[in-house]
T-cell receptor, first 114, second 112 residues
Framework: NAGVTQTPKFQVLKTGQSMTLQCAQD?????MSWYRQDPGMGLRLIHY???????DQGEVPNGYNVSRSTTEDFPLRLLSAAPSQTSVYFC?????????????FGSGTRLTVV | LAKTTQPISMDSYEGQEVNITCSHN???????ITWYQQFPSQGPRFIIQ???TKVTNEVASLFIPADRKSSTLSLPRVSLSDTAVYYC?????????????FGGGTRVLVKP
């Protein structure tokens, strides 16, 4: 049981490049989300999904796209990287249902845009 | 979404009990209170969750007064490895459509 797996762990991009951050979970969790964390700051929600084929925006969605074609995968796409997107990105998942469940987080992707 | 307020930082010493209070004045009836721990260069880790009164697990205790407008995370006999940022999160973690947001967290430094 691997939990939430994020790839790559580190990435350097040039301004204007695009890339996809991968996130996969093997716990059959319905809910998945992407957060970014800037140095010394808390986490800010980018996008989230409540199931395959369903996504919605969080607090800071501009410049990012997501899709959820399967329960397991929730990739985050940077359309045209900007230095302001330099951050650590965390993917998280949780169950949903009649009981409250906590999030399981991945280990993060550290992105630098130059 | 219920807004939370926590102290920015706290210092403690090994073996002491650390209590972190989170204020959430506009908590909704269906909201739960959840605490996470984050070490540098790692994702947050679930610690404890509760709705009212007291919850205890092998890591921490969570105290919630009757009005639920605040909560206190208690870490007994901390060690150096408990140095981390602790986040208080308030929301209905049952619902599928919930987008839960994190506040700034409390940076706890445990000294020898």
């Amino acid at each position: 049981n691997a939990g939430v797996t994020q790839t790559p762990k580190f990435q350097v991009l040039k301004t204007g490049q695009s890339m996809t951050l991968q996130c996969a979970q093997d716990m059959n969790h319905e809910y998945m989300s992407w957060y970014r964390q800037d140095p010394g700051m808390g986490l800010r929600l980018i996008h989230y999904s409540v199931g395959a084929g369903i996504t919605d925006q969080g607090e800071v969605p501009n410049g990012y796209n997501v899709s959820r074609s399967t329960t397991e995968d929730f990739p985050l796409r940077l359309l045209s990287a900007a230095p302001s997107q330099t951050s650590v990105y965390f993917c998280a998942s949780r169950r949903t249902g009649s009981a409250p469940y906590g999030y399981t987080f991945g280990s993060g992707t550290r992105l630098t845009v130059v | 979404l219920a807004k939370t307020t926590q102290p920015i930082s706290m210092d403690s010493y090994e073996g002491q009990e650390v209590n972190i209070t989170c204020s959430h004045n506009n908590i909704a009836t269906n909201d739960y209170i959840t605490w996470y721990q984050q070490f540098p260069s790692q994702g947050p880790r679930f610690i404890i969750q509760g709705y009212k009164t007291k919850v205890t697990n092998e890591v921490a205790s969570l105290f919630i007064p009757a009005d639920r407008k605040s909560s206190t995370l208690s870490l007994p006999r901390v060690s150096l490895s408990d140095t981390a940022v602790y986040y208080c999160l308030v929301g209905d973690t049952r619902a599928a459509g919930n987008k839960l947001t994190f506040g700034g967290g409390t940076r706890v430094l445990v000294k020898p």
